[in-house]
Nanobody, 128 residues
Framework: EVQLVESGGGLVQAGGSLRLSCAAS????????IGWFRQAPGKEREGISC????????YYADSVKGRFTISRDNNKNTAYLRMNSLKPEDTAVYYC?????????????????????WGQGTQVTVSS
């Protein structure tokens, strides 16, 4: 069974940090690019980051650039999103998703329809 499982969310104060993990199984992880998305109440799902299969290309949305860092460890079939200097507006459910690398050789703005597999999401809440 194909699975992506996010973990690491929680409640933090503004200025704090979290590290999200995305554990993959049931498919060849190192043949897929990974995207991170978030969806806040009342807002559309937003693509915030992407990483190619070998860390060769990365993308960050302007809203998170300089604060968030995407990475992956293909030996562990896991992708990560390190989030620093968190703001209340970062509050959202965060999702990881996967797309075959043949369709994503370079990371650009992630859009949900590009991605084949999705995790269940993990809640990040940043208090003011």
């Amino acid at each position: 069974e194909v699975q992506l499982v996010e973990s690491g969310g929680g409640l933090v104060q503004a200025g704090g940090s979290l590290r999200l993990s995305c554990a993959a199984s049931g498919f060849t992880f190192d043949d897929y690019a990974i995207g991170w998305f978030r969806q806040a109440p009342g807002k559309e799902r937003e693509g915030i980051s992407c990483i190619t299969i070998d860390n060769g290309s990365k993308y960050y949305a302007d809203s998170v650039k300089g604060r968030f860092t995407i990475s992956r460890d293909n030996n562990k079939n896991t992708a990560y999103l390190r989030m620093n200097s968190l703001k209340p507006e970062d509050t959202a459910v965060y999702y990881c998703a996967a797309v075959p690398h043949v369709y994503m050789h370079l990371c650009r703005v992630p859009v949900p329809r590009q991605y084949h597999y999705w995790g269940q999401g993990t809640q990040v809440t940043v208090s003011s």
